[in-house]
């Protein structure tokens, strides 16, 4: 029996193809059952929301397997997108407001209804409960001086960054 290779660059093409020049958008579930879950589990030891969070993502996030993936499985919505971790850093959009207005270097799309869910729902959630504010609270001042600019937790002033906190995809 013979066997038909295909060329992997002709895979990875029609993959990329489906993303040209599309303008990247923000899918909010992850965040928003992520977010619910918190809602309910304060009473709880904070390793313990972690995980009955990531629970209540996997098992209500609509899950796209796409043609000619080889490692399949997205949990956004078809298309070009980034993903909202609020818990990290959430309220760096509550700070930094701009980033929900496209720029001409960096266009990017919020919906409406996007936009709703971050400002009602997510960073009222989230504001003063986030992984970077906790650390911050847990620094010394004179170190979070050192740590940050101008006292921003928002802001390093060194060159490592304590978590991988960006998060992106196709």
Same mark, same amino acid.
């Given at each position: 029996?013979?066997?038909?290779?295909?060329?992997?660059?002709?895979?990875?093409?029609?993959?990329?193809?489906?993303?040209?020049?599309?303008?990247?958008?923000?899918?909010?579930?992850?965040?928003?059952?992520?977010?619910?879950?918190?809602?309910?589990?304060?009473?709880?030891?904070?390793?313990?929301?972690?995980?009955?969070?990531?629970?209540?993502?996997?098992?209500?996030?609509?899950?796209?397997?796409?043609?000619?993936?080889?490692?399949?499985?997205?949990?956004?919505?078809?298309?070009?997108?980034? !993903?909202?971790?609020?818990?990290? @850093?959430?309220?760096? $959009?509550?700070?930094?407001?701009?980033?929900? /207005? +496209?720029?001409? &270097?960096?266009?990017?799309?919020?919906?409406?209804?996007? !936009?709703?869910?971050?400002?009602? @729902?997510?960073?009222? $959630?989230?504001?003063?409960?986030?992984?970077? /504010? +906790?650390?911050? &609270?847990?620094?010394?001042?004179?170190?979070?001086?050192?740590?940050?600019?101008?006292?921003?937790?928002?802001?390093?002033?060194?060159?490592?960054?304590?978590?991988?906190?960006?998060?992106?995809?196709?």
């Amino acid at each position: 029996m013979k066997t038909v290779m295909t060329s992997p660059r002709a895979r990875t093409a029609r993959i990329l193809s489906r993303f040209a020049g599309q303008v990247p958008r923000l899918s909010v579930d992850r965040a928003r059952y992520f977010t619910r879950s918190f809602r309910t589990t304060e009473h709880l030891p904070l390793v313990v929301r972690w995980a009955k969070a990531l629970a209540h993502v996997m098992e209500n996030i609509d899950v796209r397997i796409l043609p000619d993936e080889l490692i399949v499985g997205r949990g956004g919505p078809e298309g070009r997108y980034g !993903i909202l971790y609020p818990e990290l @850093e959430g309220a760096y $959009f509550a700070t930094a407001g701009s980033l929900l /207005e +496209s720029a001409e &270097d960096m266009p990017h799309h919020f919906s409406e209804q996007d !936009i709703a869910v971050i400002r009602d @729902e997510l960073l009222p $959630f989230w504001a003063g409960r986030t992984f970077r /504010e +906790s650390l911050a &609270d847990a620094v010394p001042l004179h170190l979070r001086r050192l740590l940050c600019k101008d006292g921003d937790i928002y802001v390093p002033s060194f060159i490592i960054h304590e978590t991988a906190t960006v998060r992106h995809s196709l």
